[in-house]
């Protein structure tokens, strides 16, 4: 650990002596390393001082990280990936163990969403009507009594992070606060306010290079400097996400809204039974919109406990299928974003859109607070392939996780415009 010593202001002492103090503040440097259970670096893990996120880091790909604080050694500091269960330690802690060479080891998540979303069949004899809807309805009541129709705002750290060949590149970290309206959304739905407080993106260096590579690629060389340095701007404001993709990811999922919608209709319903007490619901449904261009299937889960019925958990999984019939010509920035490292500058500029087809799980935790449920996390794996002309194609792969660091549930007020639609500056931060 190393320290690092600040020095403040001077003042006067009886009239005429002046006094330097130093040492107001100690800034200490703390390092390690996460792996998980086999001893594997896991790679853009997140570390981050819970009262404190924006001060946190990303690991590199050997699972290492560093970064920077003036917290006691007493306070709290977080270690997450989505699909492992998130590690708390106190500084004092993570210190004695980079001091003994000990890595921090991430465990499976016990919740893990692929589990999940897959665990719901129907069952062997199939229930009545009857009794099905007797089911939901008893699930729905204990849904009313336990979600608060109080104003309810969370502060949150939320990752988004992009893969290409399984193999993750680059990684944006938002800090946030949501404010949840009950209700005030359209249709019944809860009105979300979302507003970006910090935003960092981590970047392999390599990686990065890359993608700056395919941006100032020779299709633009033979503009002038100018203009290609405008060019170059532009093509970066295309991939910035804005709060768009983190304030999304926190509005998937409206459970009991959802249920609600659904629950009138036993035919699409079926239910098993689960080890621990617990009851699996599952309702499915296919959509096709125009003229049978779109598709889509979607299963959502509600994990209840089979003695109060109180819904536990929730996962959803959606698979979509898109078809453009004569294609459609993406502009240069809308293949910038979807594309950075996949294609080459040639491939991009003659790349027209046929189809797109993938999938969406989405895995949802919730905590409870005097007698009521609130969020507590949320985790997303999706993965897309955009099809184009000449067996051209740009994979997608994204993994996501939201965090809750802090809850209020009092004296709540809607965020005004200014703080909704405010612009974040983003940090690039380069991990090697």
């Given amino acids: 650990m190393a320290y690092f010593l600040y020095f403040c202001t001077r003042f006067q002492f009886n009239g005429n002596m ?6 107001l503040a100690l800034v200490a440097t703390y390092t390690g390393r996460v792996v998980d ?11 981050y001082p819970e009262t404190q996120p924006e001060q946190g880091t990303a690991t590199n790909s050997g699972g290492y990280f560093s970064f920077d604080t003036e917290l006691p050694g007493s306070s709290n500091v977080i270690i997450s990936f989505i ?7 106190t500084l004092h802690e993570l210190s004695s163990m980079t001091i003994q060479r000990q890595a921090l080891v991430l465990k499976e998540q016990p919740i893990a969403l692929e589990e999940t979303v897959v665990t719901a069949k129907a069952s062997k004899q199939r229930n009545k ?12 009541v204990k849904l009313e009594e336990e979600f608060p129709d109080n104003n309810a705002q969370y502060q949150i750290v939320s990752d988004v992070r992009m893969l290409s060949e399984n193999e993750t590149w680059g990684m944006e970290q938002m ?6 309206l009950p209700e005030q959304g359209t249709e019944g ?21 890359q993608a700056d590579s395919i941006l100032a ?11 290609k340095d405008k060019f170059i701007r532009k093509a970066a404001n295309a991939v910035d996400s804005g709060v768009v993709v983190h304030q999304a990811l926190f509005a998937l999922g409206n459970m009991r809204y959802d249920f609600e919608q659904a629950m009138t209709d036993t035919r699409h319903w079926t239910v098993s039974n689960e080890s621990e007490g617990e009851t699996v619901l599952t309702h499915t449904q296919s959509v096709i919109r125009y003229l049978g261009l779109f598709k889509m299937t979607f299963q959502r889960h509600y994990i209840v406990d089979s003695r109060t019925y109180a819904v536990r958990r929730f996962s959803e999984h959606a698979e979509v299928k898109v078809t453009i019939p004569f294609g459609y010509k993406l502009n240069a920035d809308q293949l910038q974003m979807l594309n950075l490292v996949n294609m080459d500058d040639k491939s991009i500029e003659k790349f027209r859109l046929k189809k797109m087809r993938g999938t ?67 940090e690039i931060v380069e991990i090697y």
Avoid at 18 to 23: E, G, N, Q
Avoid at 189 to 194: A, E, G, H, K, L
Wanted: proline letters at 2%; hydrophobic letters at 40%.
């Fill in 217 to 227: 690629s020779d299709m633009i060389e033979r503009i002038e400097k100018k203009q």
């Fill in 37 to 47: 259970e086999k001893g594997q670096p896991i790679s853009y893990a997140t570390v």
């Fill in 129 to 140: 009507r009857k009794a099905m809807a007797a089911l939901l309805h008893a699930v729905y």
């Fill in 360 to 426: 969406v799980d989405l895995n949802t935790i919730y905590q409870r607070r005097d007698g009521h449920v609130y969020l507590l996390e949320k985790n997303m794996l999706a993965d897309a392939l955009i099809l184009g002309s000449k067996k051209a194609e740009i994979p997608l792969h994204i993994k996501a996780t939201q965090r809750v660091t802090g809850l209020q549930t009092e004296d709540i007020k809607p965020l005004n415009k200014s703080q909704i639609t405010k612009r974040l500056k983003r």
């Fill in 175 to 180: 800090i946030a606060n949501a404010v949840v």
């Fill in 18 to 23: 002046k006094i330097l103090f130093t040492i």
């Fill in 189 to 209: 739905r809860d009105s979300i306010q979302f507003q970006g407080k910090y935003c960092k993106r981590f970047f392999d260096a390599e990686k990065r290079a």
């Fill in 83 to 89: 699909g492992y269960e998130k590690l708390t330690l």
